[in-house]
T-cell receptor, first 114, second 114 residues
Framework: GDSVTQMEGPVTLSEEAFLTINCTYT??????LFWYVQYPGEGLQLLLK?????DKGSNKGFEATYRKETTSFHLEKGSVQVSDSAVYFC?????????????FGKGTKLTVNP | EAQVTQNPRYLITVTGKKLTVTCSQN?????MSWYRQDPGLGLRQIYY???????DKGDVPEGYKVSRKEKRNFPLILESPSPNQTSLYFC?????????????FGNGTRLTVT
């Protein structure tokens, strides 16, 4: 079945450091890919998405490129801020046979220190 | 303001006492879903609904019931809660649930079953 694997955390960085959170997936169809972010005490919110191969999603300085050949969707940011401290979830969405299938990775906790 | 509202935010109950967690969205979304979030396991889907009167099991439906009598509401029912249902629960909705629409999440309900 469909699955998402993302790097285990926690990840701790200093402000202005470069961030990469790896995400790979397996899917039987042609999924859409998402990164969600969860700030403390809140629900998840969409950070960025890509719906087909080679698409690049971007938002708030974060980027991720849909790589079909490596089945990956790694999240990157060139210079993190303290306010980026949160849990990040990679997810895929597949629609097959009239049914939606959403699968999340286990989440990666990021802490950014001043 | 467009939002998904869950109630209550916190709930402590005892084994076997029936409870309902309410979820309401004001965006006229067709698709709604319930997830539970547990440490080390990420988000797992409990039930989802593609539209009114259409519900289906997710990955971990045992011990839960749902109903979708009207478009905006999707309550989660625990007929006889057990301690292994202690978790953080999220309701989510999206416009079409067809693989490329992002989810809008509520702020969560933290349930403790003693």
């Amino acid at each position: 079945g469909d699955s998402v694997t993302q790097m285990e955390g926690p990840v701790t960085l200093s402000e202005e450091a470069f961030l990469t959170i790896n995400c790979t997936y397996t899917a039987t169809g042609y999924p859409s890919l998402f990164w969600y972010v969860q700030y403390p005490g809140e629900g998840l919110q969409l950070l960025l998405k890509a719906t087909k191969a080679d698409d690049k999603g971007s938002n708030k300085g974060f980027e991720a490129t849909y790589r079909k050949e490596t089945t990956s969707f790694h999240l990157e940011k060139g210079s993190v801020q303290v306010s980026d401290s949160a849990v990040y979830f990679c997810a895929l969405s597949d629609f097959q046979g009239g049914s939606e299938k959403l699968v999340f990775g286990k989440g990666t906790k990021l802490t950014v220190n001043p | 303001e467009a939002q998904v509202t869950q109630n209550p935010r916190y709930l402590i109950t005892v084994t076997g006492k029936k409870l309902t967690v309410t979820c309401s969205q004001n965006m006229n979304h067709e698709y709604m879903s319930w997830y539970r979030q547990d440490p080390g396991l990420g988000l797992r889907q409990i039930y989802y609904s593609m539209n009114v009167e259409v519900t289906d099991k997710g990955d971990v439906p045992e011990g839960y019931k749902v109903s979708r009598k009207e478009k905006r509401n999707f309550p989660l029912i625990l007929e006889s809660p057990s301690p292994n249902q202690t978790s953080l629960y999220f309701c989510a909705s999206s416009p079409r649930g067809r693989g490329n629409s992002p989810l809008h999440f509520g702020n969560g309900t933290r349930l403790t079953v003693t």
